[in-house]
């Protein structure tokens, strides 16, 4: 069945620094990709989507790009932030029955120290 | 243009005890998904509904229940409360206008079992 795997966390930076977070995923055709995030207290936000290969998802200096070649959708950022410290959930939908189902890794808990 | 709304934000039951959660959709959306997302994982797809009828479902028992009213908000209900009921339950609202029916998240009710 379709399903989505994340990199383990948690992740600490300092700010200014380089982030990346792996995500792969298996899934049968051709998903929708997503990165959402999650600040404590709250519910998810969208990040960034992809619909289809090579599709490359980009906002507030997040980026990922739908490789279907190796099933990933790593999300990167080049200079983090404190205020970007939460949790970073990639997912996946899929056509058919159930409308924009998204099948959800488990998290990858950020950290950015000042 | 209205979010996602949830109702209430914290809830306390005893275990065998039932709860109702509530749902307001965006406006102009007419699907709902509900999700549960227990401490340090990622959400778990508990069913959705569209045109007020269950439009699929995960690995959820039957004591998951819910529901979907003419203006498309709506109800999760769990009966015989356990312990391992007790995590952030999340609603989205979506549209079958989009093509990638993209999913709005409310801020999400968290249920407390003891």
């Known amino acids: 069945g379709d399903s989505v795997t994340q990199m383990e966390g948690p992740v600490t930076l300092s700010e200014e620094a380089f982030l990346t977070i792996n995500c792969t995923y298996t899934?049968?055709?051709?998903?929708?990709l997503f990165w959402y995030v999650q600040y404590p207290g709250e519910g998810l936000q969208l990040l960034l989507k992809a619909t289809k290969a090579d599709d490359k998802g980009s906002n507030k200096g997040f980026e990922a790009t739908y490789r279907k070649e190796t099933t990933s959708f790593h999300l990167e950022k080049g200079s983090v932030q404190v205020s970007d410290s939460a949790v970073y959930f990639c997912a996946l939908s899929n056509r058919g029955s159930t409308l924009g189902r998204l099948y959800f890794g488990r998290g990858t808990q950020l950290t950015v120290w000042p | 243009e209205t979010g996602v709304t949830q109702s209430p934000t914290h809830l306390i039951k005893t275990r065998g005890q039932q709860v109702t959660l509530r749902c307001s959709s965006q406006?102009?959306?007419?699907?709902v998904s509900w999700y549960q997302q227990a401490l340090g994982q990622g959400p778990q797809f508990i069913f959705q509904y569209y045109r007020e009828e269950e439009n699929g479902r995960g690995n959820f028992p039957p004591r998951f229940s819910g529901l979907q009213f003419p203006n498309y908000s709506s109800e999760l209900n769990v009966n015989a409360l356990e312990l391992d009921d007790s995590a952030l339950y999340l609603c989205?609202?979506?549209?079958?206008?989009?093509?990638?029916?993209?999913?709005?998240f409310g801020p999400g009710t968290r249920l407390t079992v003891t």
């Open positions: 899934a049968t055709g051709y998903p929708s």
């Open positions: 989205a609202s979506s549209s079958d206008a989009d093509f990638a029916y993209e999913q709005y």
């Open positions: 406006s102009g959306h007419n699907t």
